[in-house]
Structure formats: structure tokens, C-alpha cells
């Protein structure tokens, strides 16, 4: 069965800090893995798609990386900011997509 | 660029009624996903269409039905609506014969049901 899983469920760090959120997928055949990031309410915003033959990803302070053969992605936030908080979704694509149930994360002023 | 665009992207309706949400897909794509996240929850597959067919079939409730058109636009269709059916809905669109499959998402529909 294809299930994604991520920890921690819930993260607070004071301002400035750096953090790592970490996914793990059960099945290895990806397509590609994506980090979203969700607001309260509100859609989904990508941060960052990794291709399956690919290892890391970076977009100003955000860094993922995917090692497909333990099934594990991390998504790295460096120096971060109350704008940070919101909840983090990992997404494996196969077929169809499956979500994790995400990381909600409070940076604190 | 051309991002999903979905309508209505907020819905209220009382129970029992009938809703219809509707996804336009990126241009070119040729396959439409739809997702449902509930209150609190990740979001989950509903069902696929690839080609105007069907593909692949998640947690959809025999209540729902969806169909993809000639345009390649979907449209899912929500009958005797109950209050559990209250989420945000997701459609996404692919480029199946891409190398990566990659799923662009809409910014969703929000149906409230009373």
C-alpha cells in the first residue's frame, strides 16, 4: 500500500532558526515528490517538485532533497520567519497523488 | 502562464441538494485529477480522468460522479449532499505522455454545506 508519513506533526522554532521537515513514502516508484505549503483555509502554494531521477531541489531558503531508495524526502528552511508558519505538505506522485498529513510549523517572533 | 482554473471557488448548499464543480485544466494536459480535504486533513483522491476516460478511482462516494469532456474539461457532480461533503475541493491537471507526470493544482472550491 502506498502511504506517505511525515514528522513531525506539529513544529514551533523561534525566529531565525533553521529547521528540517522530514516525509517518508512506502513505495519507491515515483514519478516526482513536491513540497506544498498550506495556509489556514486557503489552497495549495508548491515550493518545490523533485523529479524522481533527481536528489535535491533549491529555491532561496528552501532545499529539499529525495533519496528515493529509503523513501525519504527532507525539506530544509533556512533562517526562518514568522511568514514561514503554515502548514508543510509532502505530495508523492504515482498514478495519482498521495499527501502526507503534513507538518504544522510556528515560527515564533 | 496558464494555471487550473476551477468554479465556482466557493459553493454553499443545503443538504440533500445537488452541487457541480468544474475544472479547466492547463492547456494541452490531458489528464484531470480531483482531490477532497476535508477539515483538518490531507487531502485525498477522489478519481482521475485520462483521455476523456476514466483512470483511476480513489475514495470517491457512490454519491459523486465525474466525467471529463471533448474540451478536456471535468466536471464533478455532487448528489444528496450531507454535511460531511463540506471540504475544499482540488482539481489537477497533467501532461500524461510527459516524461514526469507532474500534477499542477488549482486553488480549489470551498463548498460549505448547511
Known sequence: ?109 | AAGVIQSPRHLIKEKRETATLKCYPIPRHDTVYWYQQGPGQDPQFLISFYEKMQSDKGSIPDRFSAQQFSDYHSELNMSSLELGDSALYFCASSLKRGPYNEQFFGPGTRLTVL
Open chain 1, 1 to 109: 500500500k502506498q502511504e506517505v508519513t511525515q514528522i513531525p506533526a506539529a513544529l514551533s522554532v523561534p525566529e531565525g532558526e533553521n529547521l528540517v521537515l522530514n516525509c517518508s513514502f512506502t513505495d519507491s516508484a515515483i514519478y516526482n515528490l513536491q513540497w506544498f505549503r498550506q495556509d489556514p483555509g486557503k489552497g495549495l502554494t508548491s515550493l518545490l517538485l523533485i523529479q524522481s531521477s533527481q536528489r535535491e531541489q533549491t529555491s532561496g531558503r528552501l532545499n529539499a532533497s529525495l533519496d528515493k531508495s529509503s523513501g525519504r524526502s527532507t525539506l530544509y528552511i533556512a533562517a526562518s520567519q514568522p511568514g514561514d508558519s503554515a502548514t508543510y505538505l509532502c505530495a508523492v506522485s504515482y498514478d495519482k497523488v498521495i499527501f502526507g498529513p503534513g507538518t504544522s510549523l510556528s515560527v515564533i517572533p
